[in-house]
Nanobody, 125 residues
Framework: QVQLVESGGGLVHTGDSLRLSCAAS????????MGWFRQAPGKEREFVAC????????NYADSVKGRFTISRDNAKNTMYLQMNSLKPEDTAVYYC??????????????????WGQGTQVTVSS
């Protein structure tokens, strides 16, 4: 079983950048495909980005494509989400998640087995 802890959230202005980190413990990160999801107040949790276990494949929600970049460093047991050109509609709690189906790369919330506690990202206009 893996434990996940997100960090790097905060309050920024439109157009700013943030980098979120997701640190894993308990089991090596390379055992999992990984994803980032977000949940805004009153809305369902939605897919943001995902990355294969080795980092060769990734996928993005249309709303963040070209602005966000997902990456991972398995040697450091850490995954990242670089967020550029942030918009107020990016405001949400951001969660990292691990999929024990190592060779999948899923955009579906319920495919993920382990979740972090979330980190708040607030983008002011």
């Amino acid at each position: 079983q893996v434990q996940l802890v997100e960090s790097g959230g905060g309050l920024v202005h439109t157009g700013d950048s943030l980098r979120l980190s997701c640190a894993a413990s308990g089991r090596t990160l390379s055992s999992y495909a990984m994803g980032w999801f977000r949940q805004a107040p009153g809305k369902e949790r939605e897919f943001v980005a995902c990355i294969s276990w080795g980092g060769a494949r990734s996928n993005y929600a249309d709303s963040v494509k070209g602005r966000f970049t997902i990456s991972r460093d398995n040697a450091k047991n850490t995954m990242y989400l670089q967020m550029n050109s942030l918009k107020p509609e990016d405001t949400a709690v951001y969660y990292c998640a691990a999929d024990a189906s190592k060779y999948s790369i899923s955009t579906i919330v319920h495919d993920y087995d382990y979740w972090g506690q979330g980190t708040q990202v607030t983008v002011s206009s």
